[in-house]
């Protein structure tokens, strides 16, 4: 079963609007990852943010964390054309001795 | 320095057939994790191998084996193929065992099983 569950499963903007996705998940977890895939790709790691942090930038990436809510967010500013792709988030638990389990992602479309 | 690379980029077989599918991981990095992921999924965990050693096992059947060679590469191994092992088959290296840190992905293999 799937851990982490990214929302929504697709979203479309215009060049130069933010973007933000969302991802939940269901038990305790160690550290939150997050994934870029182009195109049935290879992923690209974006951030990690561990569970006692609560927010990180990359960028024009922001991250949050909400443990009490099990949840985690995504925010791309100023979306450019090349930033079309799937993001995945991938939870880690049990101090990362378990393997890395991925949400089904969101198909990000930056219209230019 | 060169990424995470896999070999062949495709393949097409046919069922009951076997694939070996290649990895190598970046210089320094002595893990290195195979991940399957179907169309419109997330990669899923096969095999994780660190220092020649199987560090984790996903829900995979015993058709899936692996290992990894003194250089640090490794092989991904499926038997008795069936339609359902379509997928692309991607490799993931990192310095240390383990899965509380970054995670470097290859291309991918495009497998496909008619």
């Known amino acids: 079963s799937q851990q982490g569950e990214e929302d929504p499963q697709a979203l479309s903007i215009q060049e130069g609007e933010n973007a933000t996705m969302n991802c939940s998940y269901k038990?305790?977890?160690?550290?939150l990852q997050w994934y870029r895939q182009n195109s049935g790709r290879g992923l690209v790691h974006l951030i990690l943010?561990?569970?006692?942090?609560r927010e990180k930038h990359s960028g024009r990436l922001r991250v949050t964390l909400d443990t009490s809510k099990k949840s985690s967010s995504l925010l791309i500013t100023a979306s450019r054309a090349a930033d079309t792709a799937s993001y995945f988030c991938?939870?880690?638990?049990?101090?990362?001795?378990?393997?890395?389990?991925f949400g089904k992602g969101t198909r990000l479309s930056v219209i230019a | 320095d060169a990424g995470v690379t896999q070999s062949p980029t495709h393949l097409i077989k046919t069922r009951g057939q076997q694939v070996t599918l290649r990895c190598s991981p970046i210089?320094?990095?002595?893990?290195v994790s195979w991940y399957q992921q179907v169309l419109g999924q997330g990669p899923q965990f096969i095999f994780q191998y660190y220092e020649k050693e199987e560090r984790g096992r996903g829900n995979f059947p015993d058709r899936f084996s692996a290992r990894q060679f003194p250089n640090y590469s490794s092989e991904l191994n499926v038997n008795a193929l069936l339609l359902g092992d379509s997928a692309l088959y991607l490799c993931a290296s990192s310095r240390a065992g383990g899965f509380g840190h970054e995670q470097f992905f290859g291309p991918g293999t495009r497998l496909t099983v008619l």
């Open positions: 038990t305790s977890i160690n550290n």
């Open positions: 991938a939870t880690d638990v049990n101090s990362g001795n378990t393997p890395l389990v």
């Open positions: 943010i561990r569970s006692n942090e």
């Open positions: 210089s320094g990095h002595k893990s």
